[in-house]
C-alpha cells in the first residue's frame, strides 16, 4: 500500500513537471506569432514615431549647422559694409599731391623732375597735412581732390625733424577728417592707410598696429623720428603724408616711411603719431613754422637701476637751469607719464608748445622731487 502511494505521488509529479513544460514551450512558440501579428500595428506605429524623431533631430542639426554657416558670412558682411562706408567717409578728405622740383644735374643742367605723395584734408579752408619730405623742396605743388577737381597749393611750413608739413588750397567747405589720440590706439587693432602708391590715387589697404612708440634715427642732422607707430598695412612710395586710420575712420597717424631693402612695401611701415602731427600743423598755421619745445638738457647713458633718463648736463640759463635740475639727475615722469628713455622725453616734448608748464619729477640722491619747467622754441643750431 505504501509502494503504490509512492507511484502515485512520482507519477503526480510528473504530470506537473511535464505541464509546465509545455507552458513554457508554447509560450517561446506563440511568441513570435504573437509579435508578428497580434502586435503588429504597435511596433508599426512605434517605428513611425522614431523616423519622426530622427527626421526632427536631422532637421535641427541641419538648422544648426545653416547658422553655423550663415553666421560667419553676415559676420564678413557686416565687416565689409563697416569699412566701404568708412572709406567712403574719409575719401573727400584725402588727397593726390603732384610735386614738381627742379634739381642740377653733374653738369650744372636744371632739370624738372617729378614726384608723388598723399595728403590729409586738416581743415575746411583748405589746409592739408602731408611730410615734410614730400613737400618741402617743391617748386610746384598740384592738389588732387577725390572728385578729380585740381588745386595749385602752397607751402605754409615744415617741419623737417618730425617730417610734418601743411600745404593750403584756396578752397572752402572741404570735408575736414577727424584725429584722435594715439593714447586711444591699442596694438593689434585694425589700421587702413589711404593714399596714391606709385601714382595710384584713392588707394586703400588694411592691416593691424603693429606696435606703437617705435624710434627711428633718420638721418644723422636731425633729430629721431619718435613715438610712430607700426603697420603691416601697405604702405609704398606716394602713401607718404597719407592718414593711418582707425575702424572709426580716425586718423591716427600720418603715414611715413617703410623699412625694406627693395624700396617696396614688405609689412613694415610707419607712421607719425596724429598727436604729434596735429600740434606741428598747428604750430605751422600759427606761426608758419614748428616751435619745437626745449628743456635745455644734455642726456647721458643711465647705469643706475632707476629707470628714466640721466642727466649728463645743465644748460646755463635755460629752463631746466632755472628750475632747479642739476647733473646726474634723473628725469622719470614727465606730466605724470612714464619717461623711460631719451626717445619717450623726445616723443613727450614734441606733444607740446614753447611756452607750456609742464611737470617733471626726478630722482636725485635717494629722493624723488617735482620741478615745474616752462619750455622754450629750441634754439637753432
Do not use: W
Not at 143 to 164: C, P, Q
Not at 283 to 304: C, H, L, R, S, V
Amino acid at each position: 500500500m505504501k509502494k503504490n502511494r509512492i507511484n502515485l505521488t512520482a507519477i503526480v509529479f510528473l504530470l506537473v513537471l511535464l505541464t509546465c513544460v509545455a507552458v513554457i514551450f508554447t509560450g517561446c512558440l506563440l511568441k513570435p506569432l504573437f509579435d508578428l501579428n497580434i502586435g503588429a500595428d504597435d511596433k508599426e506605429e512605434v517605428k513611425e514615431e522614431e523616423a519622426a524623431a530622427v527626421e526632427d533631430r536631422a532637421e535641427e542639426e541641419d538648422y544648426k549647422l545653416e547658422d553655423k554657416k550663415e553666421s560667419p558670412a553676415l559676420t564678413l558682411d557686416g565687416f565689409n559694409d563697416a569699412i566701404t562706408r568708412l572709406v567712403e567717409d574719409i575719401t573727400p578728405s584725402v588727397v593726390n599731391i603732384q610735386v614738381t622740383v627742379r634739381q642740377e644735374d653733374i653738369f650744372g643742367n636744371i632739370r624738372e623732375g617729378e614726384g608723388i605723395g598723399s595728403g590729409i584734408i586738416y581743415s575746411s579752408d583748405g589746409y592739408i597735412i602731408t611730410n615734410s619730405h614730400v613737400a618741402s623742396k617743391a617748386e610746384e605743388l598740384l592738389v588732387t581732390l577725390y572728385d578729380g577737381t585740381e588745386y595749385e597749393a602752397e607751402l605754409i611750413g615744415e617741419n623737417e625733424d618730425t617730417d610734418i608739413a601743411v600745404i593750403k588750397i584756396m578752397a572752402d567747405n572741404l570735408k575736414e577728417a577727424s584725429f584722435t589720440s594715439i593714447e586711444n590706439v591699442r596694438v593689434g587693432e585694425i589700421a587702413i592707410a589711404v593714399g596714391s602708391p606709385f601714382g595710384l590715387t584713392q588707394t586703400v589697404t588694411t592691416g593691424v598696429v603693429s606696435a606703437k612708440g617705435r624710434d627711428i634715427s633718420a638721418y644723422a642732422d636731425t633729430i629721431p623720428m619718435v613715438d610712430l607707430v607700426q603697420t603691416d598695412a601697405a604702405i609704398n612710395q606716394g602713401n607718404s603724408g597719407g592718414p593711418l586710420l582707425n575702424s572709426s575712420g580716425q586718423v591716427i597717424g600720418i603715414n611715413t616711411i617703410i623699412l625694406s631693402p627693395s624700396g617696396a612695401n614688405i609689412g613694415i611701415g610707419f607712421a607719425i603719431p596724429s598727436d604729434t602731427a596735429v600740434n606741428i600743423a598747428r604750430q605751422i598755421i600759427e606761426y608758419g613754422e614748428a616751435k619745437i619745445p626745449f628743456i635745455g638738457i644734455e642726456m647721458g647713458e643711465n647705469t643706475t637701476d632707476i629707470v628714466g633718463v640721466y642727466v649728463a648736463g645743465v644748460m646755463q640759463g635755460y629752463p631746466a637751469d632755472r628750475a632747479g635740475i642739476k647733473k646726474g639727475d634723473i628725469i622719470t615722469e614727465f606730466n605724470g607719464e612714464e619717461i623711460m628713455d631719451p626717445y619717450k622725453l623726445l616723443a613727450q616734448l614734441l606733444r607740446h608748445n614753447a611756452g607750456d608748464i609742464v611737470s617733471l619729477k626726478i630722482y636725485r640722491d635717494g629722493d624723488y622731487l617735482v620741478k615745474d619747467v616752462e619750455l622754450i622754441e629750441k634754439p637753432s643750431s
